[in-house]
């Protein structure tokens, strides 16, 4: 059977619902509930989701020439080669032990992009790709979000060790469903989630995206033999709360990586719904394609104090980019004021605006 055509976009592919902005304040309500919570734990202001990094490298994200016209869209337009900075990250708000295993992010800072700039973009030359490792979000609505947010709100800062006992409990639990294709993204955000080494996983974006004519999902595939031979690996966190950091920069100080960037455009609105990014698009009737290469060459990827002032200074956001590549959907609506809403809490409390690099060595 013949693979169908993309879908073109148009703004009627949204169904933008009528209490979106209360559930938009609920959400800056949570985030600021884990903020105020961590910064007077720590006396310094972390990310309210994705509190802790555990690897930022500089390197290359080269756009490749050549694509078909339904890939060369927005930044991927034409070739390219783009100075970018990365962070890779696990999704609570609170600095945890590595013991408790939770889903992995990684975050893409793409530096002079040049063209039509998102709302609250304007001025800047940054494309910002969020993706988890994970094909689907944890929730169907920015509503249901906001309710998972509120349950992590009320558990910040407590009990941590608790957190590490029923994280073992789940990562059991979790285990027979991985084994067979089904992990359960509930167990995974609970803490269940497979203990795996970070660079040996596939990254997703979980929810679509405005691809100039077209709508997509992004993925970042790990290609370099050094990373390959690392997926599925579980990493041993006894009496290691750092584990992670530890075995990201052992590879990224001496081998560096690559990774593909792929785009997995949206050929059936009923099958590939844009307002619920709990229901994977097949990637047998739209695999991923690869757009670009990621490049990050080896160098100290985690180092007390340096890292801390770079991590500081930086912030992600899906909505931080080019309007060809504008978030779609209810959820991706919805990050968008709290993300800012973190950002600039953090730069108030510690001194340090945000900075949106147009040159790697603009940052500290």
């Known amino acids: 059977m013949a693979t169908k055509a993309p879908v073109r976009f148009d703004p009627s592919v949204e169904d933008v619902k009528p209490n979106e902005g209360e559930v938009i304040q609920d959400l800056e309500h949570s985030f600021k509930q884990i ?10 202001a972390v990310r309210s989701v994705h509190a802790k990094a555990h690897g930022i490298a500089k390197g290359t994200f080269t756009v ?5 016209a339904e890939l060369a869209q927005g930044l991927f337009a034409r070739a390219g080669e783009y100075e970018t900075i990365v962070r890779i990250s696990t999704n609570p708000g609170d600095i945890l032990d590595d013991s408790i ?7 893409i800072k793409v530096i002079g992009v040049e063209g039509e700039r998102l709302p ?5 030359v940054t494309q910002d790709f969020i993706l988890v490792n994970g094909p689907v979000f944890a929730a169907p609505t920015a509503e249901a979000f906001g309710k998972n947010l509120k349950l992590l709100a009320s558990t910040t800062d407590k009990a941590e060790g608790g957190k590490k006992l029923l994280s073992g409990v789940l990562q059991a639990l979790n285990a027979p469903l991985v084994a067979l294709g089904m992990e359960s993204s509930k167990l995974s955000q609970m803490g269940g989630a497979p203990n795996v080494h ?3 996983e596939t990254y997703y974006s979980q929810t679509p995206f405005r691809f100039g004519d077209y709508i997509a999902k992004f993925a970042l595939k790990p290609v370099s033999k050094t990373m390959t031979e690392l997926t599925g690996d579980t990493v041993d966190t006894t009496d290691r709360p750092d584990a992670l950091r530890e075995v990201v920069n052992e590879v990224i100080q001496s081998q560096g990586g690559t990774w593909e960037f792929q785009v997995q455009l949206n050929r059936d609105l009923d099958d590939m719904p844009v307002e619920d990014p709990t229901q994977e698009w097949s990637e047998k009737d739209s695999p991923y394609v690869t757009v670009a290469t990621l490049t990050v060459p080896h160098q100290i990827s985690w180092e007390h104090q340096a890292s801390d002032k770079v991590d500081d200074a930086l912030s992600y956001n899906i909505w931080h980019g080019l309007a060809a590549h504008r978030p779609l959907g209810n959820v991706n609506r919805a990050r968008n004021d709290p993300y800012k809403f973190s950002a600039d809490y953090r730069g108030r409390y510690n001194g340090c605006p945000m900075h949106e690099p147009r040159a790697l060595s603009d940052l500290p």
């Open 64 to 68: 490749h020439g050549d694509l078909p």
């Open 198 to 200: 970070p660079l040996g």
């Open 35 to 44: 903020l105020d919570t961590t910064s007077e734990d720590y006396q310094h």
């Open 120 to 124: 609250g973009a304007e001025g800047d």
């Open 101 to 107: 295993s939770v889903p992995r992010g990684f975050a």
